[in-house]
């Protein structure tokens, strides 16, 4: 039991730790003014700027010409070809800020179509992760194995 709680302490620092990044990338990502947050506050100061947006989701498409995306903020218009555009699809769009009516002009996009199976793929190995856990915690060099008191000391 002595070698299994430093093990047990390590693995809760650790996802301490991972929800503390988290929650800080979460702060920054909603307070920091930069890109489209900063060309919506001050349209004006920023008409003409370029935009990036990488892995936004579609929310919605209006027509052949407009179509609007999400992530951190909802729904930023983006004026460009919606074909083949559905909602929900990930999407990465390069653009120019128009201050006039705060929409974005489509210089070119991308479809990331294989996005869905790599998020399947991700709870594949967290889920294979997550059963190994115990495996490491008990059964990990040093960890609860049973030893032997008579075998000779190389083969412990």
Known sequence: MARFLPR???VFCCLVGIAGLGSRYATLATTLPD???ASLADPDAHDGER???PVWFVS???DAEHYRISRIIKDVRVEGDSAGLSRGQTITVVGDFRAGDSTVVELRHQVHTLRPH????SMVGLLLG???VPFVLVRGRGGLSPVDPTDPPGRR
């Open 8 to 10: 047990l302490t390590l």
């Open 35 to 37: 890109g489209i947050r």
């Open 51 to 53: 935009l990036v947006f």
């Open 60 to 62: 919605g498409v209006d």
């Open 118 to 121: 790599k998020k399947a793929l």
């Open 130 to 132: 997550l059963a190994a």
